[in-house]
């Protein structure tokens, strides 16, 4: 099992710039985040899917869309990319308990 | 509002030594505490998930504690190693009725163990 994905690993926009955060799951789970990482922050909840078919907006979603494709995969959008939205993002899945956690794409805006 | 500190923010030990991190919730309702292991440039790994009735858990060289009435957790670590270098992150779950569990994290304890 390959657990949690992302892609891509690395990825430098311009502001303005759009691009999709992909991920995908091999473990049947029902649930799936999207989480950023900011030095000193902690880790943020973006959006949510508690199953296939729902998304959910979580602590800071602003400037950035979801879709759930299928159980499998959850894509995070950002239509037009801000310096501020420099991150690490993490994918998660999970059936409750606990959270498994993607490899991070890290995100530079500039 | 639900918040999660853990202390020290950061932390150097020399290899084989013992240490405690800490963890103080205002979380409420409670559903679950779980620590997580984050290397350098990697997500974040489960180590324990303790429920309410749960004081203590073991993985390893790993042992969490948790006093429900303090709202307080700690993670100590045994006979540290060069691997345990990391951040650790308390995260503290919340019984959400309308969208699941809502999950809060700490900023984490940064780590260093020095030969």
């Known amino acids: 099992n390959a657990g949690v994905t992302q892609t891509p690993k690395f990825q430098v926009l311009k502001t303005g710039q759009s691009m999709t955060l992909q991920c995908a799951q091999d473990?049947?789970?029902?649930?799936m985040y999207w989480y950023r990482q900011d030095p000193g922050m902690g880790l943020r909840l973006i959006y949510y899917s508690a199953s296939e078919g729902t998304t959910d907006k979580g602590e800071v979603p602003n400037g950035y869309n979801v879709s759930r494709l299928n159980k499998r995969e959850f894509s995070l959008r950002l239509e037009s990319a801000a310096p501020s939205q420099t991150s690490v993002y993490f994918c998660?899945?999970?059936?409750?308990?606990?959270?498994?956690f993607g490899p991070g794409t890290r995100l530079t805006v500039t | 509002k639900n918040q999660v500190e853990q202390s020290p923010q950061s932390l150097i030990i020399l290899e084989g030594k013992n240490c405690t991190l800490q963890c103080n919730y205002t979380v409420s309702p409670f559903s679950n505490l779980r620590w997580y292991k984050q290397d350098t440039g990697r997500g974040p790994v489960s180590l324990t998930i303790m429920t309410f009735s749960e004081n203590t858990k073991s993985n390893g060289r790993y042992t969490a504690t948790l006093d429900a009435d303090t709202k307080q957790s700690s993670l100590h670590i045994t006979a540290s190693q060069l691997s345990d270098s990391a951040s650790y992150i308390c995260v503290v779950s919340a019984q959400n009725s309308n969208s699941g569990y809502a999950l809060n994290f700490g900023k984490g304890t940064s780590l260093l163990v020095t030969p």
């Open positions: 473990m049947n789970h029902n649930s």
């Open positions: 998660a899945s999970s059936d409750l308990l606990p959270q498994y």
